[in-house]
């Protein structure tokens, strides 16, 4: 079973950058299909992007060309860079693990806060 801890949220203005990371211990991190989702203020949490262990990555249309989703399996990290921050990506960001035989993991969250 993974275990997950996110950093690097923080209050920053429009048009800011920020990254978050998701560190990762126990085994088989290159297993796990990885992810980040938010969940803004009020609202239903929701997919922000994918990354598989092969790199291939998918993005929800409203950050596509904004944030980049990475990772490192030999650190067992996987890092969200956000760019052209606006507002409306005020959330909590969660990290997710999720894996072919059913095992998943959530990570505590991180706030990201874009305000002036």
């Known amino acids: 079973q993974v275990q997950l801890v996110e950093s690097g949220g923080g209050l920053v203005q429009p048009g800011g950058s920020l990254r978050l990371s998701c560190a990762a211990s126990?085994?088989?991190?290159?297993?796990?299909?990885m992810h980040w989702y938010r969940q803004p203020p009020g609202k239903q949490r929701e997919l922000v992007a994918t990354?598989?262990?092969?790199?291939?990555?998918t993005y929800v249309h409203s950050v596509k060309g904004r944030f980049t989703i990475s990772r490192d399996n030999a650190k067992n990290t996987v890092s969200l860079q956000m760019n052209s921050l606006k507002p409306e990506d005020t959330a909590v960001y969660y990290c997710?693990?999720?894996?072919?035989?059913?095992?998943?993991?959530w990570g505590q969250g991180t706030l990201v806060t874009v305000s002036s």
């Open positions: 990354i598989t262990s092969g790199g291939q990555t």
């Open positions: 126990g085994t088989m991190f290159s297993t796990y299909i």
């Open positions: 997710y693990a999720g894996r072919y035989d059913g095992l998943a993991a």
